[in-house]
């Protein structure tokens, strides 16, 4: 197992780990508002290149609030009826920066680059690296559905997030400077109760480019 810093650490090691957390949603048919406060606590014991004990630890606080608006109205699109929603959402997180290069990496890794992951508080998966995110980001969806089942027919969502400072914590050991993250695009059409199709497209809007694209099809 390698540091950041690229101190080599053994694979023997004991971690102890806590992790509180209270959250409360507030919340009607057409919007909801969810604050959360997160405490993350790690101690480490493990053994350096050296053969040395070595211990650390490492005590994190993380605030996010997610909220969002649903509106819906009546709509007809080639001649069929349906409710159509408009649902713009902001969520908003922020971890302090406390360095982490000396501490062993046993399970963090980047999380994938989706609509589900911005948002959400860190950029890293895992319990060894703790990001200092403090971002915003900003989203909207409208969906169509059938009104007579309540069936959702169609998705479209598309979402940026926006560093408000330079991002410390990563794998890779660089910090992320880039104020501004790629613009993400997905589509979901349900054909029938058991086909969909979904697109989904990361566009890098600084090089006019598509980073990344995806189509899927899928049968239930």
């Not at 649902?87 to 290069?101: G, K, V």
């Not at 501490?103 to 319990?127: A, V």
């Not at 059938?146 to 050991?173: K, M, W, Y």
Request: glycine share 6%; net charge neutral.
């Amino acid at each position: 197992v390698l540091a950041d810093s690229g101190e080599e650490t053994s694979t023997r090691g004991d971690r102890a780990l806590a992790v509180a957390e209270i959250t409360r949603r507030w919340q009607s048919p057409g919007w909801f508002v969810q604050p959360k406060f997160r405490l993350h606590a790690t101690q480490y014991e493990f053994e350096n290149a050296r053969g040395r004990d070595r211990s650390a630890s490492r005590v994190l606080p993380t605030f996010s609030t997610d909220s969002g608006l649903i509106f819906e109205r009546q709509a007809s699109f080639f001649g069929r009826a349906f409710v159509q929603t408009l649902e713009p959402r902001a969520f908003f997180t922020w971890t302090p920066y406390e360095d982490q290069t000396r501490l062993p990496n046993y399970d963090s890794s980047n999380r994938d680059f989706n609509l589900s992951t911005m948002f959400t508080e860190h950029t890293i998966g895992g319990n060894d690296r703790i990001t200092d995110t403090r971002a915003v980001t900003l989203g909207v969806t409208s969906r169509l559905f059938d009104p007579v089942t309540g069936g959702e027919l169609v998705r479209v969502g598309v979402a940026q997030r926006f560093l408000l400072a330079d991002q410390n914590v990563t794998i890779s050991g660089r910090p992320v400077t880039d104020r501004n993250s790629d613009v993400l695009v997905a589509t979901r059409v349900n054909w029938s109760p058991t086909w969909s199709t979904e697109l989904n497209l990361r566009y890098r809007p600084t090089d006019d480019v598509a980073v990344r694209s995806s189509v899927s099809a899928r049968y239930t």
